[in-house]
């Protein structure tokens, strides 16, 4: 069920406009609550030690071709991305620069507090973990309706061009990624994958949630 949506949720706390400076309360309360969990989601991928994200075996990658950093490549594919949100009409917002500073500040405070698991099977499931927080992090501030993160802001702009369900596009846009990134000499770990075929359905499953929830 949840798999078929659409189109992001409307419910009573979310923004009526993304380029909106003077959100109320519980728009800002929920962008941010749905943020930290996106970061804790990635933070948890990263410490799950199973495999990178596959935007980030796409930075690798290019930079094992290129005389540039992984840091550096990856604030350019950023920065690529949003200039595609011109043709396709996404607005930014307070949430597309919240989305860099808590995601940020939550990965660091995962690889700082949460150990790696010892076993092979454990790392994987935190892996699995991540994916669904990341979802359920992701269908949250997206509601809220203030902006959302270069990538997301992709997927939103994709999926009202194609009108294929959110999961489809945001999948689509992952495999395709990590396929990439793989060709050009990025290392590809289990978790990866997981992440790749695995972020859209948890995305959309968050997306549902929040709606029924708060319908």
Known sequence: MFLSIKKIPEVSWSSKNPFNIKPKFSSMFFLCLGLTFFGLGEGLLIVSNSGASPWSVLAQGISLNVNLSIGVITLIISITVLLFWIPLRQKPGIGTILNALIIAAMIDICIKFVPTPESYYS???????????????????????????????????????????????????????????WYLGGTVGPGTLLFAFGIGPAVALGLYLVGKIFS
């Open 123 to 181: 790392q994987l499931f935190l892996a699995f973990i991540a994916v669904l927080t990341v979802g359920l992090g992701g269908g949250i501030y997206l509601v809220a309706n203030l902006g959302a993160g270069p990538r997301d802001g992709l997927m939103v702009g994709l999926q009202k061009k194609t009108n294929l369900p959110i999961a489809a596009v945001r999948a689509l846009l992952e495999i395709s990624v990590v396929s990439i990134g």
